[in-house]
Every structure is written in structure tokens, then in C-alpha cells.
């Protein structure tokens, strides 16, 4: 995991909470919940789009329905439709709803949604494989103590949902849900409870998603999120370091138990969290993820810090594997508009084994091909080649970083050029690919820029492809 920038979204006095976060048509959306105060009866969903992957945003829409709108989750099926999602509070009855976009421009006005959805709160609703789905909850009192339940939803439009079957209910008190979907179908999902430990259930479920197993975990979260990287179930949430002291913690499950991984700015009061999360559609395991946070006081000193929160975004990466083996050549007379395909077996070129930097170096080190060492400043060419091994799936990205001009070939098919500077870092460029099943050889000639430049990091990702 690296961060690569944490920007704040927000400066304006309000109180900016409850967020959500979504890649659309190549922008990224941020919406949110902007009112007076935590509670109060001027909530509306605020939705900004950034058209410069998360370095200045513009206001899109405002929604608010007929009382108080709170939370914002953003879902989208593909590049199709865009929805922003929270609910109206009265006071004493919660109305569900949505407005949406086909193009991230024009806005729907708010519509409640439709079907056995009365005083229920959805919760990240989300869209696998054409269907929309949703861990949605609502509390009830059981002589005369406060219960809750969440139950299983699904739908067709992400409008009108069609109950199932309750997934867990009780004097815990469960409520806001957050889940994804790997690839072949399976979810998880992370449950929040309000009982007096504010431990979460981890949930595990596969079509058709009738049954789901739970394990507590030993943390006190709420405002959850959950997202794959891979294999890999990441969890974030207001984190509750004491009763009285929170901060948004990031954790990452290994062997069904959270470890601490990351703390983004934020805290100390409990007003922060409620995380979204944004996959960039090239590149899957890289996510903006959105939260907000009072940690940050008001360019105005007369508005309280700790009431009137802002938003934020990081920028993550939660990468795969880098490619750990190569072959490096020596320097070589010539520019990038010299270079050709190499083959290490031929020619009078010397190689050199080499590994990427393991993963318990330096942060900024972590997975770079770090050729200074030969490039001795200078200036010329420097192949990098190494094979790897794809099982049965034709299409992917390659994930590269470079400092300086590099071109690039995929079994001896060229698909990249393009400028690099000091410093190199991961993933700076994201290349669709066709693999095929087998070795496939990924080239890659470095211009030395004079000799400055030191390497590369490389990695590949497989297509998100789902059933």
C-alpha cells in the first residue's frame, strides 16, 4: 500500500460529512452530505466531479428531497448510469432515494425508491454484473428495547428493490453495511453494531448470497468501508482508539482478524469517517478513497474546528506484486528513437541479473528495478526484460513507472512510448494489454536522460472480469 496524495475537497464553513466516491466516465465523483450541523434540518447531497483525477473539483449537483437528506453513496452500473443515494429524516420516518446522470452533467431531480423500502436505510447500495444490490437496515423496539435488523435487497434499476431475507437482527443493534464483489461473484462485507463494544461482524457470502458466515472483529469501528485489492479484504471506519478519542483508521484483514496498516489525517473528536471508495476502472487496485474529518480548522477563525469538518480524498495504491525478476542490460549507445525489441539471447549486448527492491525497503524503494549502479550517469539506452506467467485470461493492464523516456513491447508488440522525469514512481502509467495464455515477454528500453535516470517499477494486473 502507498499513498499518493491526500487533498482536501472542501473550505467553506459548512459542516461536509457521510461521503461517497465513484469513477465515471473517466472523472472522478466525490458527494457528501452538506449541512449547518451533524443533525440538522437543511441536510442536502452535494456532488463534485474532478476531470484532472482528483486535483480540482467543480459542484455537479445538489439534491435534497422534501426533509433533512443525509448520507451520500455514489454506484454506478459501468459507464451507464451514475447514482447518488442517502435518505430523507422527518424527524420520526426515514424516505430512501436517489437522483442519477447518464453523462455526470445532468442530474435527475430526488426519487424516493420504490418496493418494501418503508423506514429503511440503504447503506452502499452497489451493481455486480447488472443487478444492484444493498445491505440495507431499519430499527424496531422489542419490549421495549431498541433492535435492529439488516436485510438483503436487490434490484434491477437501482430505483425499485426487491427484498430477500434478513441477514442478521438483534439487540447488537447492526446497521451501515459496506460490501464488494470479487470477480467470480463472492462478497464480503463488513457490518457495523452499535452494542456497547462497537465491534463489527466480517461477512462472507457467494451466489446467491442466501447465506452469509460472520466473524467479530476485535476492533470498535463504525462508519465502515470495505473493498477488495486482489484477494485482499481492506476495511477503514472511524476508529475508536478510546470512548471519547476516534481517528479513520485503515486495516487490512489477514486470517479474518484486522491489522492496522494506515491512520489518514483526522480526528480527535468522533466527527470523521464514513469513508467511500472510488476504483479507477485502469487500474483496480488503485482507489480514491473519500472521508472527512475536522482535523483541518476553517480558513475562518470564527467557525469552530471541531463542528464543521471538511472532505478529503487519498489517492492509494493497494498494488499487486511487482515483477521481482529481469534481465538488465548494459548501457548502450543510442536514444529511445534508436530503440528496437531486444532478445537477451542474442547480440553482443552484456546482461545482468537483477531483482526489484524487496518489500521491507524503504517505502519509495519497494518494487524499483534500480539500475543507477550500472547507469554510472551515462547517457545512452538500458533494456529491462523479464517473462511472466498468465493463467487462462486474455486482456489486463501493465502498471509502469520511469524516469526517463521510455517504450515498452509485450511479446514483441509495441505498446507504450512516452516522456519520464525525475523521480520514478509506481504506476504512473496504466497500458491495456492482450496476454496470452503462457510466458508472455514484457520489454522495456530506458532512455538514461543523460544519465540521471536511475530505473523502473513494473508490475501487471489481470482484467476485473466478472461472470
Known sequence: ???????????????????????????????????????????????????????????????????????????????????????????????????????????????????????????????????????????????????????????????????????????????????????????????????????????????????????????????PALWFAGDDIWISGRWFLTPQVTHVGVFKIEKNKPVLRLVLPSGPGFDCSYMGVGRRTDNQRRLSLSYYSGHTAPDDPAVDQWSHPDIYVADITFGAAFIERWKVSDVIRGSLADAACPNPSAGNVKWYDMKCTPENAHLNAHGFVDAHGMIRQRPGLVYFVSDIEIGPCDSGHILLGYDGPVRAWLNGKQIFEGPGTNPAYEDRTSIPVSFKHGTNRLAIALDTNGGKAWGIFARYELAQTVR
Not at 499513498?3 to 461517497?20: C, E, K, M, W
Open 1 to 223: 500500500m502507498r499513498v499518493l496524495s491526500i487533498r482536501r475537497v472542501t473550505n467553506d464553513s459548512n459542516h461536509n460529512a457521510f461521503t461517497g466516491a465513484c469513477w465515471f466516465q473517466g472523472a472522478l465523483y466525490v458527494a457528501f452530505r452538506q449541512g449547518d450541523a451533524h443533525v440538522c434540518t437543511q441536510g442536502r447531497l452535494v456532488v463534485m466531479r474532478s476531470r484532472n483525477e482528483g486535483a480540482s473539483f467543480d459542484i455537479v449537483a445538489t439534491i435534497r428531497g422534501e426533509f433533512d437528506t443525509r448520507d451520500a453513496h455514489l454506484y454506478s452500473n459501468g459507464d451507464k448510469r451514475l447514482f447518488v443515494a442517502g435518505f430523507e429524516h422527518s424527524g420520526t420516518v426515514c424516505y430512501p432515494g436517489a437522483a442519477w446522470t447518464d453523462d455526470g452533467i445532468h442530474w435527475s431531480g430526488w426519487t424516493r425508491y420504490k418496493g418494501d423500502v418503508a423506514n429503511t436505510i440503504f447503506w452502499r447500495p452497489r451493481c455486480f454484473a447488472g443487478r444492484f444490490y444493498c445491505a440495507a437496515y431499519h430499527s424496531f423496539n422489542l419490549e421495549d428495547e431498541r433492535y435492529s435488523a439488516v436485510s438483503w435487497f436487490e434490484g434491477k434499476d437501482g430505483i425499485t428493490w426487491q427484498k430477500k431475507h434478513t441477514i442478521h437482527k438483534g439487540a447488537d443493534q447492526p446497521n451501515e453495511c459496506s460490501l464488494d464483489f470479487k470477480p467470480d461473484g463472492s462478497a464480503a462485507m463488513i457490518m457495523r453494531r452499535e452494542h456497547k463494544s462497537r465491534m463489527p461482524l466480517l461477512l462472507h457470502s457467494a451466489p446467491p448470497y442466501r447465506k452469509w458466515s460472520k466473524t467479530e472483529l476485535n476492533i470498535p469501528l463504525a462508519g
